[in-house]
Nanobody, 115 residues
Framework: QVQFVESGGGLVQPGGSLRLSCAAS????????MAWYRQPAGRQRHLVAT???????NYTDAVKGRFTISRDNAKNTMYLQMNSLKPEDTAVYYC?????????WGQGTPVTVSS
């Protein structure tokens, strides 16, 4: 079963930037439809951004214009560039297939946006 490892989270001030990375245990998995998800404390996990076939990209309205999803198939890695961060972006961020595979959730990487 493919496993994902997220990294790059941390504490950042409002207006700041972070770049998250997602590494996969299975070579070539990034060629498939992939997504970033996030789960704020005490709330359900939800979709943030998706990338399909390297050309079809979608974002939830809350992050449009601020977040950019991308991937490097040669490095088997996916990224989420997050700019103009807001306190409401605070959450644990996960990567997974799209639609998600319930057996492939990683530990996530926490992002805290606070002054």
């Amino acid at each position: 079963q493919v496993q994902f490892v997220e990294s790059g989270g941390g504490l950042v001030q409002p207006g700041g930037s972070l770049r998250l990375s997602c590494a996969a245990s299975e070579i070539g998995i990034m060629r498939y439809n992939m997504a970033w998800y996030r789960q704020p404390a005490g709330r359900q996990r939800h979709l943030v951004a998706t990338i399909e076939n390297d050309s079809i990209i979608n974002y939830t309205d809350a992050v449009k214009g601020r977040f950019t999803i991308s991937r490097d198939n040669a490095k088997n890695t996916m990224y989420l560039q997050m700019n103009s961060l807001k306190p409401e972006d605070t959450a644990v961020y996960y990567c997974n297939k799209y639609p998600s595979d319930p057996d492939s959730w990683g530990q996530g990487t926490p992002v805290t946006v606070s002054s």
